[in-house]
């Protein structure tokens, strides 16, 4: 069974930054996109941003301009970086990979919590 593993999560201040990690614990070759989510409190959750097998990124609107997903093959790990931070990006943030079948697989979750 693939394991997801995320890291990098905790307390950072408003207008900081962080950086959450996201290992495989199989190759990444076989996922077509990887990605994060996240979910605060009584809410959906929504997609930040996500990186596709081809290259391509893509990111939610309110993260655009200050986030970066970036990926690492040798590594088997994702890895999503986010500036500026605001109260509204405390959620708790997973990680997903989808294979080429559409089947999806996440992480247990990490918990960013944005405030002063």
């Known amino acids: 069974q693939v394991q997801l593993v995320e890291s990098g999560g905790g307390l950072v201040q408003p207008g900081g930054s962080l950086k959450l990690s996201c290992t495989i614990s199989?190759?990444?070759?076989?996922?077509?996109?990887m990605g994060w989510y996240r979910q605060a409190p009584g809410n959906q959750r929504e997609m930040v941003a996500m990186?596709?097998?081809?290259?391509?990124?893509h990111y939610a609107d309110d993260v655009k301009g200050r986030s970066t997903i970036s990926s690492d093959i040798d590594l088997n790990t994702v890895t999503l970086v986010m500036n500026s931070l605001k109260p509204e990006d405390t959620a708790v943030y997973y990680c997903?990979?989808?294979?080429?079948?559409?089947?999806?697989?996440w992480g247990q979750g990490t918990q960013v919590t944005v405030s002063s």
């Open positions: 997903k990979a989808r294979d080429g079948s559409g089947t999806e697989y």
């Open positions: 199989e190759s990444m070759f076989r996922y077509n996109a």
């Open positions: 990186i596709f097998k081809t290259g391509p990124t």
